[in-house]
């Protein structure tokens, strides 16, 4: 148990309500039109807010968000909840946001963690873990260090530094981007990286059109003989470390993100069937839509319930790592089933981009797959059980 | 010793050749051989794919109609998938539309010579090559496919009504440009009011329903007012079955008009922005003191309830079928994913648990696929069993769907692989053509009389 009795009650209310600011105050004229995903050319703005009332965390301890932003360096001593409720009350308005914010977070989170250094003039970090096959293979995030996957970024000494070839994929960031942090391996030993991206052989490409959180950039980021000096690595030999307390939080975000984002959409069911007259009465009063409405409450409040325990975890322990994996498994699944039948309480009107709902069903279905498939997940819950 | 071949048996990786070419003698193909010529005979080890198993059960012109569809879907409606998808304001159906008319998928409501489907196949089921077709079509693109399926609902009730004056004037001649022509003039079906959705698709809501559009009698005809929302193909429709209460009556009086988009008063409103099938428009549209004349009243005054209830009845296994293209392309493109994509040293294909999950969605599309044949196997559709169809197919394709994108990662919700397309697509099924909600109170309703209620003494 971590101790998150040093957060007082007030002070998470305080959290909480700083996060219903930003959705009121800022993310609300975003979504003020018809577009499907908001206007995105508010993005930055929104961006520059969140930094500047310290809701989005940066690993320069001159940015507001630095100790009590998302993810910030405060979690390693109070531990995951206010990171975990800011989370969930943006995610009721925006999952592409939320996101954001949590990738910011983690990223500077990992740049906090580790090896102390000048950290000024880094801002929006991109982290960059997945090879074209997925996360890293379990075996090495389970104590025991087998071989990554063959796709894996790649790096070797030379000089006073070293040198990084290879690509990452699906790197969700926030533009403009200044540093990517890179997960790179060398004969089993592992390696965390800061690379600034005007660093010569730095190129990005932009994934193709998705299903959602399209607030997001995405990129597959290439590495050709990229050379950063010996301060750049920032992993203070314990990378397998830092990668096991990554994952954590990141799963543990997702799922925040998934419950706020199923929160919403039944805040939104409850309310369309209060209002819409069908069979001779408002919905509502009908038992068919009641059953659904109450089924999706039931299924969003668990997996917030499941999330809320997750902020109590040690996020560098192995234990931990099993716990926020599971979560995620069983999370996004509630979550969706809540987000597809509160799309259905508004039928046809749910399908329409203008309602909203539309886009918590394809945010939602995008977080299922992302940062560790239900496949991955599945095995590598049991090879830790192994362990 | 064949690597592949082990890891297709799901074993782990055995050392020895014997073992290898032990699991190979085990494998039906070749285990047979050790039996009588008797028991050869009772075994099916044809290497065939479940398309073509399934085709095989079809009489002969459906066969080739199922052959002719999956052509079409592949060499016309496949390579303009994803961007119809991705831009649809910039899409133009006329071509997709013209060529569908040409090789008869226009006119397949009638039984030759008036339409494309012959004559013992229409009076078995006259859907059934329909519902071929739209599951076909929806396999490459659910919005080009809902266009062309669209127009058969548009066509649908002036078939339905069994109206000799509405087959002479509109039905034949319509379909006769069609067949003949290969004239691509579009349809429409036009129930759905702001305020009345789910009320004009089952009979307790319909009782209570608060509908908008009406029609008043005038000499020769009648004034149509009002509004309708979520029309597929409204846009873009030559004719729009209208339905319309009469002026100072309830829903009973509804009525089925034949408007043409050149009639003054007929306007297209708001084109709606949809998650998914986005080739295909579902407009607004309105009617400002529309004139119809008594020869475009569509069977009989106050006949219209039930032509729209039995047009459902009919269309519901078509939507199935959809639903099922929509599933089936989702299976296809995860199956080709899974075959050129490496995980480590071997393709997807190869992991038991990748072959686990790609064998439940097939069991899943097999089951459907049945059961919406099962659903056209008489001559009238069932409104229980066309309606289990339709609830049946739509929440199987939205699973597998799920699955295909959970399976394959990051990868899963990337446009440009096709398969997000058909999730998106998928969960429009189980809203329209009456939501799964109210399709299982159809089934109700229906059963009712015969096996629902309580039984009387005895």
Redesign the interface.
């Known amino acids: 148990m971590t101790s998150n009795q040093l957060i007082s009650k007030e002070d998470l209310i305080q959290f909480e309500e700083l996060a219903k600011a930003y959705k009121t105050k800022t993310l609300g004229p975003l979504f003020d039109n018809?577009l499907?995903d908001g206007d995105l050319s508010m993005l930055n703005e929104a961006m520059d807010t969140a930094f500047n009332i310290g809701l989005c965390a940066a690993p320069d301890p001159s940015q507001p968000g630095y100790e009590y932003g998302i993810w910030g360096k405060t979690i390693n001593e109070t531990g995951l909840l206010s990171s975990v409720l800011l989370l969930l009350q943006i995610a009721e308005e925006c999952g592409g946001i939320a996101a954001l914010l949590h990738w910011q977070g983690l990223a500077s989170q990992c740049l906090i963690y580790g090896k102390e250094q000048q950290k000024t003039a880094i801002k929006r970090v991109g982290l960059c873990i997945?090879n074209q096959?997925?996360l890293p293979?379990f075996e090495q995030v389970a104590d025991s260090v087998e071989a990554i996957?063959?796709d894996s970024c790649k790096y070797h000494r030379e000089d006073s530094g070293y040198v990084i070839n290879g690509t990452k994929?699906?790197v969700y960031c926030m533009e403009p981007i200044d540093h990517y942090l890179v997960f790179a391996d060398c004969d089993n030993n592992l390696a965390w990286f800061l690379v600034p991206i005007d660093t010569k052989g730095v190129s990005a490409e932009a994934?193709?059109?998705?299903?959602?959180l399209r607030a997001c950039t995405l990129n597959n980021v290439s590495f050709d003989n990229v050379l950063v000096d010996e301060e750049y690595r920032i992993d203070n030999d314990n990378a397998l470390n830092l990668l096991r307390k990554t994952l954590t939080i990141a799963w543990t975000g997702l799922s925040a993100i998934a419950a706020g984002i199923a929160r919403g959409a039944v805040n939104q069911a409850f309310q369309y069937a209060s209002e819409r007259?069908?069979?001779?009465t408002v919905i509502e009063n009908h038992p068919?839509?009641q059953g659904?409405l109450s089924h999706s409450y039931a299924r969003a409040e668990t997996a917030r319930s499941m999330v809320m325990s997750l902020a109590y975890l040690e996020p560098d322990k192995t234990e931990s790592m099993m716990k926020a994996a599971s979560a995620k498994l069983v999370c996004l699944d509630l979550c969706?089933a809540a987000v597809?039948d509160s799309?259905?309480v508004l039928?046809?009107y749910?399908?329409?981009?203008?309602f909203g709902m539309?886009k918590r069903?394809?945010d939602i279905?995008?977080l299922?797959?992302?940062?560790?498939?239900?496949?991955?997940l599945?095995?590598f819950i049991f090879n830790c059980h192994k362990e | 010793m064949n690597p592949e071949h082990i890891a297709h048996n799901g074993s782990q990786h055995p050392d020895t050749k014997e073992i290898s070419q032990k699991i190979e003698m085990l494998e039906m193909r070749n285990a047979t051989g050790s039996m009588n010529l008797f028991g050869q005979i009772l075994v099916d080890n044809r290497e065939m794919s479940l398309w073509q198993h399934d085709t095989n059960t079809l009489p002969f012109s459906a066969r080739r109609l199922r052959r002719k569809a999956l052509v079409f879907a592949s060499e016309h409606i496949r390579p303009l998938a994803a961007e119809a998808d991705?831009n649809p304001d910039k899409f133009n159906p006329e071509r997709i539309m013209k060529l569908a008319a040409q090789k008869g998928f226009l006119s397949l409501m009638m039984p030759k010579p008036f339409g494309t489907t012959p004559n013992h196949i229409f009076f078995n089921n006259p859907v059934l090559l329909i519902a071929l077709a739209a599951e076909e079509f929806c396999t490459e693109c659910g919005g080009i496919g809902l266009l062309i399926m669209a127009h058969n609902l548009g066509i649908a009730p002036l078939l339905i009504s069994g109206h000799i004056p509405t087959y002479l004037r509109h039905l034949v001649p319509f379909y006769l440009k069609s067949t003949w022509l290969g004239n691509s003039r579009i349809a429409a079906f036009a129930i759905?009011e702001p305020?009345?959705?789910?009320?004009v698709e089952?009979t307790?809501?319909g009782?209570?329903a608060?509908l908008s559009t009406t029609a008043k009698r005038v000499k020769g005809g009648y004034i149509l007012n009002g509004s309708k929302c979520?029309i597929s193909n409204g846009a873009i429709a030559d004719k729009i079955s209208v339905f319309a209460k009469l002026e100072g009556e309830g829903i009973e009086s509804w009525t089925c008009f034949l408007v043409e988009n050149d009639m003054k008063g007929f306007s297209v409103g708001r084109h709606?922005?949809?998650?998914?099938q986005r080739a295909s428009d579902a407009s607004e549209l309105h009617f400002d003191n529309v004139f119809v004349s008594n020869k475009n009243i569509i069977g009989k005054l106050r006949a219209g309830w039930a032509i729209n209830r039995n047009v459902l009845n009919y269309s519901r296994p078509v939507v199935g079928a959809m639903a099922l293209g929509h599933g089936r392309g989702a299976f296809e493109r995860t199956l080709e994913f899974c075959r050129n994509?490496?995980?480590?040293?071997k393709k997807l294909i190869h992991y038991q648990?990748?072959q686990y999950?790609l064998a439940d969605m097939a069991i899943t599309l097999m089951s459907t696929r049945a059961t919406i044949w099962h659903s056209l196997k008489n001559f009238r559709c069932n409104q229980s069993t066309a309606s289990a169809a339709k609830v049946r197919a739509s929440d199987a394709a939205?699973k597998v769907c799920?699955q295909a994108?959970?399976?394959?990662?990051?990868h899963?919700?990337?446009?440009?692989n096709g398969i997000?397309r058909s999730?998106?697509d998928a969960?429009?099924t189980?809203?329209?053509e009456g939501?799964?909600?109210i399709n299982?109170?159809a089934i109700i309703e229906h059963q009712w009389n015969s096996e629902i209620k309580e039984k009387e003494n005895g």
Do not use: C, W
């Open positions: 018809d499907p997945q096959s997925g293979s996957s063959p994929y699906f994934v193709s059109h998705r299903t959602g007259y069908q069979g001779g068919i839509i659904l969706f597809t799309l259905q039928g046809g749910g399908y329409m981009e203008d539309e069903l394809r279905t995008v299922k797959s992302s940062f560790g498939s239900p496949g991955y599945k095995k | 991705l759905t305020g009345a959705g789910s009320d089952e307790i809501g009782a209570q608060r979520f709606e922005k949809k998650m998914g994509t490496n995980l480590g040293s648990d990748v999950e939205f799920s994108m959970e399976l394959i990662g990051d899963g919700y990337l446009h440009s997000e999730f998106r969960r429009l189980q809203i329209y939501t799964n909600q299982r109170l």
